[in-house]
């Protein structure tokens, strides 16, 4: 079983790419629900959707016993898949006056 974490708007694109490897749950954590046509896919592909936040990883790194939820359920799982969000690291794109626009990560610098 895989569990994806939303952890930005285009999440749901992800989450319908992963039920080939075994049933998957799409965990919104309260930032990002499924639109009228992922949900559609979403049944089609057989995904779960969880709307309580996942709030700890269980087992010793690197393998992966399960995840503990909000609620206080434990679930065994196998995989858990997420995005990170784009931080730039230094100032150096702004000291050079670099343009920064928001992409679907967060902020990238522009470039033409």
Excluded: W
């Excluded at 995840?67 to 799982?77: C, H, N, P, S, Y």
């Amino acid at each position: 079983m895989a569990q994806l974490i939303a952890g930005y708007s285009i999440s749901t694109h992800q989450t319908v790419l992963i039920p080939d490897g075994g049933s998957t749950t799409y965990f919104t954590q309260g930032e990002f629900e499924p639109e009228t046509a992922e949900l559609d896919a979403f049944v089609a592909r057989g995904i779960a959707i969880g709307r309580t936040s996942l709030v700890e990883l269980v087992g010793d790194a690197p393998s992966l016993d399960g995840v503990r939820l909000a609620d206080g359920r434990f679930l065994a799982i196998a995989a858990v898949f997420t995005a990170p969000r784009t931080r730039l690291s230094m100032p150096l794109a702004a000291m050079l006056k670099c343009v920064h626009e928001n992409g679907p990560t967060r902020p990238y610098v522009k470039i033409d």
